[in-house]
């Protein structure tokens, strides 16, 4: 006699990737709550939020300081773009459960943004749609379910502002972004994202879990869609992600990892911030900067404001929030077309606020 192999289901090599966008989407619930941050969508995108334990400090902090830093950058190119009398697109890759479209939409730069398009695994973006269409408040900013389109089997979203796509970011994008970006659909006359509008794409937490050949063809295409023809719009690009991974501290935030089954291919390559510059600029972007998160709080953020969340809650792991926070960064980059957009779109970027340790100021 012998037994029959058990059919057990095969695991989804995705799965502990996509997890990660729920453990950030609780973590940004926790700094809402904890009042690191503003943000009064968030609770409706994160599962059974009103039960989600508030995480640590460190995490909190941690949080808080990814925004702010990415909030500054997303501000200052809206900004650019209304002084200049601009409307403007945004394109967020991986986005998971992320708010920012409905925190633009009801704030000050609303008449500014012209488009905002996020694009997902599948499986995240049909649980995102159900999440608007469940809720009336998520609904009511994209114009009401008259003016939301589902399509795709319900993983991908339309409206006249926000769109929200399905696509393995893996794949070649002339396969999966070509068409539902830049080919003319669902009654309009013009394609979803145009390249004469000043553009900014976001990359948060994403290219790291992706090969670097891959993810310089996702940069990389984007910049060849705005230059051809003479050339489009500015194309701004902002990216948050982990590096500098070949020390003690970053072998032991790797194994950790592996040991929730996610790796980091496209995070391994770099160990210097020049480096991430670097990856911009070979795809074809002008110019690029990149700062850590540990800098960016030292320097980048009002003292006022880093005096008014070291209040908030007691921190005693002071060393391994430095360690934490020199281990990520954001980087970002800038494409223009022509000499006058250099002038007008030359200062865009994050802005010193104060030199905390030349002013003898601690905030630990």
């Known amino acids: 006699m012998y037994s029959q192999p058990s059919l057990l289901p095969r695991q989804d090599p ?19 709550q904890k009042h690191y941050l503003d943000d009064l969508f968030v609770k409706h995108l994160v599962p059974r939020a009103h039960l989600q334990p508030n995480r640590p400090p460190l995490i909190n902090i941690g949080t808080y300081i990814r ?12 900004s650019s773009a209304k002084k200049q009398g601009k409307k403007c697109q945004i394109v967020s890759l991986g986005a998971g459960s992320d708010t920012r479209f409905w925190r633009i939409a009801t704030g000050p730069h609303k008449d500014t943004l012209i488009k905002y398009v996020e694009v997902d695994f599948g499986e995240i973006t049909s649980k995102k749609s159900m999440s608007i269409m469940k809720n009336r408040e998520l609904r009511d900013v994209l114009g009401g379910s008259n003016h939301i389109q589902i399509t795709e089997g319900g993983t991908v979203l339309h409206s006249r502002q926000y769109h929200l796509l399905a696509a393995d970011l893996r794949r070649d994008p002339v396969d999966t972004l070509q068409e539902p970006l830049t080919i003319p659909s669902h009654g309009s006359q013009e394609p979803i994202l145009s390249p004469q509008c000043p553009t ?16 310089s063809r996702l940069l990389q295409w984007f910049v060849d869609y705005f230059s051809a023809d003479g050339g489009g719009a500015p194309l701004g690009c902002v990216i948050y992600e982990m590096f500098g991974l070949n020390d003690p501290f970053g072998r032991v935030m790797l194994n950790n990892l592996r040991a929730r089954s996610v790796t980091l291919p496209g995070a391994e390559p770099f160990m210097t911030l020049d480096s991430l510059v670097e990856r911009l600029l070979k795809t074809g972007f002008h110019k690029g900067w990149a700062l850590t998160l540990k800098e960016i709080r030292k320097s980048y953020i009002e003292p006022e404001e880093l005096a008014r969340i070291s209040r908030l809650e007691m921190l005693d792991e002071t060393e391994e929030l430095e360690l934490v926070l020199a281990h990520y960064a954001i980087s970002w980059s800038i494409f223009v077309p022509t000499a006058e957009d250099k002038e007008k779109w030359g200062d865009w970027g994050l802005k010193e606020k104060r030199k905390h340790e030349e002013e003898g100021l601690s905030f630990s």
């Not at 925004?67 to 809206?78: F, H, K, M, Q, Y």
């Open 14 to 32: 995705d799965a502990p990737i996509r997890q990660t966008d729920n453990d950030a989407a609780v973590a940004r619930l926790s700094a809402v």
């Open 200 to 215: 900014l794409l976001l990359f948060e937490c994403v290219l790291a879990y992706m090969e670097v050949n891959v993810s």
């Open 67 to 78: 925004t702010r830093g990415i909030e500054d950058l997303v501000d200052g190119w809206l």
